[in-house]
C-alpha cells in the first residue's frame, strides 16, 4: 500500500469482478437508487416489450420490431457501462482490502494473567483490557497501548513502508496495531479493542466502500440531476401529443432514445464511481478516510491548522553556528563546544561535534577519555565536561550558565544579549558555553523549515486556503519560522486549548478547518476540526477522534490530502459540465430527425448532416452509451488538479469541458452515423 507503488488501473480480477458486478447491479431495487440511470432502465423494459408488441401504442414504421430491439440493446449496454463503472470503482477498493486482510490471520495471544502467568490463545477470544505479552518475531494481536517496555515493530503489512517503528509506553507513541510485528525486544500491551472491531478491520471495510454514505455536495448534485430528469420527462411527454397533432408519428421507441440521450444519464452512470473514485485516491495515498464526507471536506477547506514541530520543520534542533562573543576567538569557542558535546548523544550535541569537525577542529573523544561527561537534566539546564586538571566546560540555556558564571565569580559580556537575541529573532535556540567563570560565545541551533513548504503553502494561498502555524516556541522564534516558511499567521506559546479556540473562531467566520496531530492532547482540536488527520504512530484517542487516519505518520501529508478533496469535487463538476453541454449536440441530431419528414424546414438543424431519421437517433444513443466507458478512467483518475483562483478554474473548466463536451458529441455522432448507416439501409431502416 506503499504510496511509491504504481499500481495498474484495472487488473485482470478487478476486470471480471466488474463484469459481474454490472450484470448484478441491473437489480431495480439497486438501480432505483440512482434515478436517473432508473429511468433508462424503465425505457430499457419498455422497448423490450415492444419488440414483441410493437403496434401497442399505435407506432407505424418500417421493422418496428428490429428498430425496438436495436434501441433496446443500446440501452441494455448503456447500463451496464454505467454499473461497470461504479463496480471498477468498488473493485479498486475492495482489491486493496483483501491486501490488508492478508494481515489478519488467526494469530496466537500471549495472555498475561492476574497471577502473573502466561497462557496461549487464540486472538479472536482477546477482550478488551486483556494484557498480552508480544516477543521478537510475533504479531501484535490486536489494537493496544505499550504499557511496557519498548520494541521495533514493524508496520510494513499496514503503511507499505519497511522501516520499523519504535514504540513504547508512556507518551505519544505507545499506540499499536493489530497484525504488526514486534521486530525487536518486547512489549507488553493492553488490548484497547474489541474482536472485529479494531483499526485494521475498520480499514478493511471502509475501503471495500460497499456502504459508502453520499455525501452532502453529491446528494446536493443528485438532486439537480434528478429535477432536470423530471423537466426533460415533462418536456417528451408534452412532445407526444404535440407531434400527433402535427401528424408527425413518433415511435415510443424513439421518444424513449431522445429521453436518455438528453437527461443527464453521463454523470449519473459516474456520479457514484467518482465519490468512491475519491476515497480510493487517498487510500492508495496511504491515508484512510472514515467517510466519504472526510475526503469532501478536504475539498472545502479554507483554513490549516499545523503544528511547527515535524510539520513545518524537521523537529530537531540541529548546530547550524557558533557565535563568539567579543575578545573570545571562534576557534576557542568551537573547540570548547565539541568538547563539551563529545559524549551526548542527543541530535544537538551529535550536530555540535559534527559541525565542529567541519570547522576544522580536531578534537576527538579517545582524547578525554579520562574526563568526567555530566549529562543534561531538567533542573540544571545545561551538561559538559570536568576535565582532570579542574576546568569545567558547560554548555546550557542562557540563565543557566549565566548563573553558573556567576557563582564561580565570572562577569557576563556586555555583547551576549544581543547576540542571544538576535538567534532568537532568526527562529534558532541559542546554548550558551562558558569554561569555569568565563563565557565564549553561544551554539545556534536550528530548527530547518522542510524544503518546499513555502512554495506549497504559496500553492494553497493562490487556491485561498489559510494556513496557521502552532508552536509552543516563543513569540520571536514563530515570528521567524513563520516568515521562513510562508505561513499566513502563528500562534505562539500554544497550548492544546488554544487550538480549539483558533479552529472554534475560523469555524464561527463559516470556514472548513483541517488540522494534524498524533496526541491525546490534540484529540479535542482533532474532534473539533472538520477534517481531522491523526497520525497512525500516535495514541489511540488521537486516531479516534479523527476521520483521517495517515498510515505513514507524515504529518505534511494533509497538503496532499486537501488537493485529492479539491480535485474531487473538481471531477465532479467538470463530469457534470461535460455531460450537460453534451445534450445540445444531441438535440441537433435527434429533434430534426423526428420533424423533417413533416416540416421539411426543421431541416436546417441538422448541421451535421446525418444520413436518415433512424440513423441520427441510433447514432445519439449509440454515442450516449459508449461516451461512459470512455470516461471511466478520467472518473476513477480524477481531473488534473492545478492551484488557482476559483474564477480562473471555472473558467478553465468551462471551456476544456463545457465547450469540449458540445464539440465531441458532433464529431462522435458524425461519425457513428458515417459507420451505421450503410448497415441500416441494408437492414430496411
Given at each position: 500500500m506503499s504510496k511509491k507503488t504504481k499500481t495498474k488501473f484495472i487488473t485482470h480480477d478487478i476486470l471480471v469482478t466488474s463484469i459481474k458486478g454490472a450484470f448484478i447491479k441491473l437489480n431495480p431495487k439497486y438501480m432505483i437508487k440512482n434515478p436517473v440511470m432508473f429511468v433508462v432502465e424503465i425505457g430499457f423494459v419498455v422497448c423490450m416489450i415492444l419488440i414483441f408488441f410493437p403496434h401497442l401504442f399505435n407506432d407505424v414504421g418500417n421493422n418496428l420490431s428490429l428498430y425496438n430491439a436495436i434501441v433496446a440493446l443500446i440501452l441494455f449496454i448503456t447500463l451496464l457501462f454505467a454499473n461497470f463503472a461504479e463496480s471498477v470503482a468498488e473493485g479498486r477498493g475492495k482489491a486493496q482490502a483483501e491486501t490488508l486482510k492478508k494481515t489478519?490471520?488467526?494469530?496466537?495471544?500471549?495472555?498475561?494473567?492476574?497471577?502473573?502467568?502466561?497462557?496461549?490463545i487464540p486472538s479472536s477470544e482477546l477482550k478488551k483490557g486483556d494484557i498480552v505479552l508480544v516477543k521478537t518475531g510475533e504479531l501484535i494481536p490486536n489494537d493496544g497501548e505499550i504499557i511496557e517496555g519498548i520494541a521495533s515493530?514493524?508496520?510494513?503489512?499496514?503503511?507499505?513502508?519497511?522501516?520499523?517503528?519504535?514504540?513504547?509506553?508512556?507518551?505519544?507513541?505507545?499506540?499499536?496495531?493489530?497484525?504488526?510485528?514486534?521486530?525487536?525486544?518486547?512489549?507488553?500491551?493492553?488490548?484497547?479493542?474489541?474482536?472485529?472491531?479494531?483499526?485494521?478491520?475498520?480499514?478493511?471495510?471502509?475501503?471495500?466502500?460497499?456502504?459508502?454514505?453520499?455525501?452532502?455536495?453529491?446528494?446536493?448534485?443528485?438532486?439537480?440531476?434528478?429535477?432536470l430528469t423530471i423537466i426533460f420527462l415533462i418536456v417528451i411527454i408534452t412532445l407526444y401529443p404535440i407531434a400527433s397533432y402535427l401528424d408527425v408519428k413518433i415511435p415510443i421507441s424513439t421518444l424513449i432514445a431522445l429521453t436518455v440521450c438528453l437527461i443527464p444519464t453521463t454523470i449519473g452512470a459516474l456520479l457514484s464511481a467518482i465519490g468512491i473514485a475519491g476515497m480510493d485516491r487517498v487510500t492508495r495515498f496511504n491515508v484512510i478516510a472514515m467517510s466519504?464526507?472526510?475526503?469532501?471536506?478536504?475539498?472545502?477547506?479554507?483554513?490549516?491548522?499545523?503544528?511547527?514541530?515535524?510539520?513545518?520543520?524537521?523537529?530537531?534542533?540541529?548546530?547550524?553556528?557558533?557565535?563568539?562573543?567579543?575578545?573570545?576567538?571562534?576557534?576557542?569557542?568551537?573547540d570548547y563546544?565539541?568538547?563539551?558535546?563529545?559524549?551526548?548523544d542527543t541530535p544537538e550535541g551529535k550536530s555540535t561535534v559534527?559541525?565542529?569537525?567541519?570547522?576544522?577542529?580536531?578534537?576527538?573523544?579517545?582524547?578525554?577519555?579520562?574526563?568526567?561527561?555530566?549529562?543534561?537534566?531538567?533542573?540544571?539546564?545545561?551538561?559538559?565536561?570536568?576535565?582532570?586538571?579542574?576546568?569545567?566546560?558547560?554548555?546550557?540555556?542562557?540563565?543557566?550558565?549565566?548563573?553558573?558564571?556567576?557563582?564561580?565569580?565570572?562577569?557576563?559580556?556586555?555583547?551576549?544579549?544581543?547576540?542571544?537575541?538576535?538567534?532568537?529573532?532568526?527562529?534558532?535556540?541559542?546554548?550558551?558555553?562558558?569554561?569555569?567563570?568565563?563565557?565564549?560565545?553561544?551554539?545556534?541551533?536550528?530548527?530547518?523549515?522542510?524544503?518546499?513548504?513555502?512554495e506549497r503553502f504559496e500553492r494553497l494561498r493562490k487556491i485561498g486556503i489559510k494556513t496557521i502555524m502552532c508552536t509552543g516556541d516563543n513569540p520571536l522564534t514563530a515570528t521567524t519560522i513563520a516568515a521562513e516558511a510562508g505561513v499566513d499567521g502563528y500562534i505562539a506559546e500554544c497550548k492544546p486549548e488554544d487550538k480549539i479556540e483558533a479552529i472554534k473562531k475560523e469555524q464561527a467566520q463559516g470556514k472548513i478547518v483541517a488540522m494534524t496531530g498524533d496526541g491525546t492532547n490534540d484529540a479535542p482540536a482533532l474532534a473539533q476540526a472538520n477534517v481531522g488527520i491523526a497520525m497512525n504512530s500516535g495514541t489511540t484517542a488521537a486516531k479516534e477522534a479523527a476521520n483521517m487516519v495517515d498510515l505513514d505518520s507524515d504529518p505534511t501529508k494533509i497538503l496532499e490530502v486537501v488537493e485529492i478533496g479539491k480535485q474531487l469535487l473538481i471531477t465532479r463538476g467538470s463530469l457534470t459540465t461535460f455531460s450537460i453541454a453534451?445534450?445540445?449536440?444531441?438535440?441537433?441530431?435527434?429533434?430534426?430527425?423526428?420533424?423533417?419528414?413533416?416540416?421539411?424546414?426543421?431541416?436546417?438543424?441538422?448541421?451535421?448532416?446525418?444520413?436518415?431519421?433512424?440513423s441520427a437517433i441510433?447514432?445519439?444513443?449509440?454515442?450516449?452509451?459508449?461516451?461512459?466507458?470512455?470516461?471511466?478512467?478520467?472518473?476513477?483518475?480524477?481531473?488534473?488538479?492545478?492551484?488557482?483562483?476559483?474564477?480562473?478554474?471555472?473558467?478553465?473548466?468551462?471551456?476544456?469541458?463545457?465547450?469540449?463536451?458540445?464539440?465531441c458529441p458532433f464529431i462522435g455522432i458524425k461519425l457513428i452515423d458515417m459507420l451505421i448507416s450503410p448497415l441500416l439501409v441494408l437492414l430496411g431502416l
Open positions: 489478519k490471520k488467526d494469530t496466537k495471544a500471549r495472555l498475561i494473567s492476574e497471577d502473573g502467568t502466561e497462557k496461549i515493530v514493524d508496520e510494513s503489512a499496514i503503511t507499505g513502508e519497511s522501516a520499523p517503528v519504535t514504540k513504547e509506553s508512556g507518551g505519544d507513541f505507545a499506540s499499536v496495531t493489530g497484525g504488526t510485528t514486534v521486530v525487536s525486544d518486547w512489549i507488553k500491551v493492553e488490548i484497547t479493542s474489541e474482536p472485529g472491531n479494531s483499526f485494521l478491520d475498520k480499514m478493511i471495510s471502509l475501503v471495500e466502500g460497499a456502504s459508502r454514505q453520499k455525501t452532502p455536495n453529491e446528494i446536493a448534485l443528485n438532486t439537480l440531476l434528478v429535477s466519504g464526507k472526510a475526503v469532501e471536506a478536504c475539498g472545502d477547506v479554507d483554513t490549516m491548522i499545523l503544528d511547527k514541530t515535524g510539520t513545518i520543520t524537521f523537529g530537531n534542533r540541529l548546530a547550524s553556528d557558533f557565535v563568539n562573543v567579543d575578545e573570545v576567538s571562534k576557534k576557542q569557542l568551537i563546544a565539541c568538547i563539551a558535546s563529545l559524549k551526548d559534527d559541525l565542529a569537525h567541519n570547522m576544522g577542529s580536531n578534537i576527538l573523544l579517545e582524547d578525554y577519555e579520562d574526563a568526567e561527561f555530566i549529562e543534561f537534566t531538567a533542573s540544571s539546564k545545561m551538561s559538559g565536561v570536568n576535565l582532570k586538571d579542574g576546568t569545567k566546560i558547560r554548555k546550557g540555556a542562557g540563565e543557566a550558565i549565566i548563573q553558573f558564571v556567576k557563582e564561580n565569580g565570572g562577569t557576563i559580556p556586555k555583547d551576549l544579549s544581543n547576540k542571544i537575541e538576535s538567534i532568537s529573532k532568526l527562529g534558532g535556540t541559542p546554548l550558551v558555553v562558558c569554561v569555569n567563570e568565563k563565557i565564549y560565545g553561544v551554539i545556534y541551533l536550528k530548527d530547518t523549515v522542510k524544503p518546499g513548504l513555502p453534451n445534450d445540445i449536440a444531441k438535440y441537433f441530431a435527434i429533434i430534426p430527425a423526428i420533424f423533417t419528414a413533416s416540416i421539411p424546414q426543421i431541416s436546417a438543424l441538422n448541421v451535421m448532416g446525418l444520413a436518415s431519421p433512424s441510433l447514432s445519439a444513443l449509440i454515442f450516449n452509451a459508449i461516451i461512459i466507458p470512455c470516461l471511466i478512467p478520467l472518473a476513477m483518475r480524477g481531473v488534473k488538479y492545478k492551484p488557482m483562483s476559483a474564477s480562473k478554474m471555472l473558467g478553465r473548466n468551462m471551456m476544456i469541458y463545457g465547450l469540449g463536451g458540445v464539440i
